[in-house]
Nanobody
Framework: QVQLVESGGGSVQVGGSLRLSCVVS????????MGWFRQTPGKGREGVAV???????SYADSVKGRFTISRDNAKNTLYLQMNILKPEDTAMYYC?????????????????WGQGTQVTVSS
C-alpha cells in the first residue's frame, strides 16, 4: 500500500526556518510527481510547491524565494526547506504524490496524500 509520512513540523518565530520531510513507501519507482499542499483554518488546500521526477519545480507566488522543494529518489523522500517564515505560512502541510508528471496545482490531481504536519509561525 502507498503511504506518505510527513515530519519536521513545529512552532517557530517569524523569520525562522523549518525543513519538512516526507517518506514515500509503496511506490518502488521514482517517476512520479511529488509536492506539498497546505490548509489553513476555513480554507481549502492550496498548492505550495511541486517537483517532478526530473527535478523541475514549481512554486506558489507566496513562497517563491523563501521555500525550496527537493527530492531524494534513492530514499523516496521529499523535502521542503522553508526560510524566512511568516505568520501567514501557518498551516497544516500535506505531502502529495501522483503517478503522472507534475501538471496541475489542483489538489484533486494528486492521488496520494499524507496525514499532514502542523507548522505554526508566531510573532
Amino acid at each position: 500500500q502507498v503511504q506518505l509520512v510527513e515530519s519536521g513540523g513545529g512552532s517557530v518565530q517569524v523569520g525562522g526556518s523549518l525543513r519538512l520531510s516526507c517518506v514515500v513507501s509503496g511506490l518502488t519507482h521514482s517517476s512520479y510527481c511529488m509536492g506539498w499542499f497546505r490548509q489553513t483554518p476555513g480554507k481549502g488546500r492550496e498548492g505550495v510547491a511541486v517537483i517532478d521526477s526530473d527535478g523541475s519545480t514549481s512554486y506558489a507566488d507566496s513562497v517563491k524565494g523563501r521555500f525550496t522543494i527537493s527530492r531524494d529518489n534513492a530514499k523516496n523522500t521529499l523535502y521542503l526547506q522553508m526560510n524566512i517564515l511568516k505568520p501567514e505560512d501557518t498551516a497544516m502541510y500535506y505531502c502529495v504524490a501522483d503517478l503522472s508528471h507534475c501538471a496541475s496545482s489542483s489538489p484533486t490531481a494528486y492521488k496520494y496524500w499524507g496525514q499532514g504536519t502542523q507548522v505554526t509561525v508566531s510573532s
